[in-house]
């Protein structure tokens, strides 16, 4: 069955940069897209960014400076990178499966990232 | 960037009536093929969101028929008949027409 799951660094220095794997199983990379998600404490959901089966990205205008969103097709793997975090970027970080007509359909568990010194 | 309003904010209801929901575009979600692409979701406390309506309309696969989407343009609708304890939670709205993607703020379904 299809599955993503999160993993992060769980406490990042402000300033310092974020890196979150996205581990999916039950698709491939090369037929569908993943897209990355965050969510601060008790608040709603922003779409950061996409990566498509073909390596292709959409990003977030707001954050197109510091995010980059890569893949390994043959380790399931896509990966996010978010440079100089500040205290705002405290959320949870979801990756989700992408493709039209349903967009994000399953979800990851989520990974809690807090930007702390 | 497409805006999208949801209301009412937070909904109390009595179990077995009927919730609407509300989502509003600040701009047309219709693309240039004639498709609409705006989803709903639930998420129960704890969790990651669930799909439960894709392109105004469709539920997705396991979603019961107490759910049902309708919409276009820029006003989009979630009714749930029947309302039961498994259905609260905090209920989205997405547009994936436009880049950003964009999120409504949130509805949360509590009992009343």
């Known amino acids: 069955q299809v599955q993503l799951k999160e993993s992060g660094p769980g406490l990042v220095a402000p300033s310092q940069s974020l890196s979150i794997t996205c581990t999916v199983s039950?698709?491939?990379?090369?037929?569908?897209?993943v897209s990355w998600v965050r969510q601060p404490p008790g608040k709603g959901l922003e779409w950061l960014g996409v990566i498509w089966g073909d390596g292709s990205t959409n990003y977030h205008s707001a954050l197109i400076s510091r995010l980059s969103i890569s893949k390994d097709n043959s380790k399931s793997q896509v990966f996010l990178k978010l440079n100089s975090l500040q205290t705002d970027d405290t959320a949870t970080y979801y990756c989700?499966?992408?493709?039209?007509?349903?967009?994000?359909?399953?979800w990851g568990q989520g990974t809690s990232v807090t930007v702390s010194s | 960037d497409a805006v999208m309003t949801q209301t009412p904010l937070s909904l109390p209801v009595s179990l077995g009536d009927q919730a609407s929901i509300s989502c509003r575009s600040s701009?047309?979600?219709?693309?240039?093929?004639?498709?609409?692409?705006l989803n709903w979701y639930l998420q129960k406390p704890g969790q990651s969101p669930q799909l439960l309506i894709y392109?105004?309309?469709n539920r997705f696969s396991g979603v019961l028929d107490r759910f049902s989407g309708s919409g276009s343009g820029t006003d989009f609708t979630l009714k749930i008949s029947r309302v039961e304890a498994e259905d609260l939670g905090v209920y989205f709205c997405?547009?994936?027409?436009?880049?950003?993607?964009?999120f409504g703020g949130g509805t949360k379904l509590e009992i009343k």
């Open positions: 392109r105004v309309s």
């Open positions: 989700a499966k992408e493709k039209l007509p349903y967009a994000m359909d399953y």
């Open positions: 039950g698709f491939s990379l090369t037929s569908y897209g």
């Open positions: 701009q047309s979600l219709e693309n240039s093929n004639g498709n609409t692409y």
């Open positions: 997405l547009q994936v027409t436009h880049v950003p993607y964009t």
